[in-house]
């Protein structure tokens, strides 16, 4: 079975848990209010514990060199995102929670478990470079685009739990320190649950929402259209020549953790924060569900196109 099929199915079964979500709001179970709390549960807790469990491996010259691609491989796709934006902005009248939507993307709470799903867990431990990039311009130049009037916040980039998460993992990692069986299993444990209760959460929020209202933003189709398919499909070109280049020798799937975390949707973050700090949390919520949807076909699609790529050019 391809990969892109792999994509397709574990995307599906997560779609499925905000449908879950939704449903337990519109019969009575829970409020949209309570999806909060859960919220805050995947944000400071499972996220950095997907992100430890990560780096719980042998340390090796390959691994050290692969993480460094993937770093700068996240750079590079940020730093393209933010300017691409940034010149379009007028041209296309874009918002600032729209431009938002188009840069910062659901890398943890989707990336994460597909990659497990798909790769394996060892693969993984590259999606952490994503999440340190995205992490530290999320909480400097993305809450100027979420919240209305606020600055930089140097405090949530170095307090916040998943460059704390990212900083134990890099100690535990340098230091071939391995957690005990126990711990291990419960951290474990945590991470494990991210992908469906973060999913869980957004059904939850657009359970007291007018689905036909969600689908018939127009608006929100053209951001999805940037955020999953356009600007995507150019990062697979870049990334495709750059295998062909011979940049590592397990680049192929290293550079494909980053472009699946470029191509996933827009980030539960957008929605969760504006929840939390105050913000326009109704169509940052629009936009996520729009794309978590889409995304079921767009992901497995622009990494098909990627390999199809690396075959026409070797």
């Known amino acids: 079975m391809g990969l ?21 709001v519109r019969i009575g179970l829970f409020e949209a209010r309570e999806s909060e709390v859960i919220s805050r549960i995947a944000v400071y807790i499972c996220s950095p514990c997907i992100v430890v469990t990560a780096f ?20 590079l796709v940020h730093i393209f995102l933010i300017l691409v934006m940034r010149a379009a902005k007028k041209p296309l009248g874009l918002q600032k929670i729209e431009r938002a939507s188009v840069i910062y993307t659901n890398a943890a709470n989707l990336t994460i478990p597909l990659v497990a799903a798909v790769l394996g867990e060892e693969w993984i431990f590259y999606t952490s470079a994503f999440i340190i990039v995205q992490t530290v311009l999320f909480w400097s130049h993305g809450l100027t685009l979420i919240i209305p009037g606020e600055g930089k916040n140097w405090k949530k980039i170095f307090l916040n739990p998943n460059i704390i998460a990212v900083g134990i993992g890099l100690f535990l990692f ?12 419960t951290v474990s444990g945590f991470g494990d649950m991210i992908g469906m209760i973060s999913m869980l ?11 036909r209202e969600v689908f018939a ?8 259209l940037l955020r999953l398919l356009l600007l995507p499909g150019l990062v697979a070109v870049c990334f495709a020549l ?7 020798p397990e680049a192929e799937y290293i550079l494909m953790v980053v472009l699946v975390a470029t191509a996933a949707p827009p980030a539960v973050m957008l929605t969760q924060t504006s929840q939390t700090y105050g913000g326009d949390p109704r169509y940052a919520s629009i936009i996520n569900v729009m794309g978590s949807v889409l995304c079921i076909v767009t992901i ?15």
């Open 201 to 211: 959460a957004v059904g939850m929020l657009i359970g007291a929402m007018d689905l």
């Open 4 to 24: 892109s099929t792999l994509l397709a199915e574990e995307i599906a079964a997560m779609a499925l848990a905000a449908v879950v979500g939704w449903v337990v």
């Open 56 to 75: 719980q491996m042998e340390i090796t010259a390959e691994k050290v060199t692969g993480l460094f691609l993937a770093f700068v491989a996240a750079v």
């Open 174 to 185: 340098v230091t071939k320190i391995r957690f005990p069986v126990v711990i291990a299993t």
């Open 242 to 248: 750059a295998v062909c280049g011979g940049a590592h």
């Open 300 to 314: 497995p699609l622009i990494i098909a196109f990627y390999e199809y790529l690396i075959l026409l050019l070797q």
């Open 217 to 224: 933003a127009k608006r929100a189709y053209f951001v999805c």
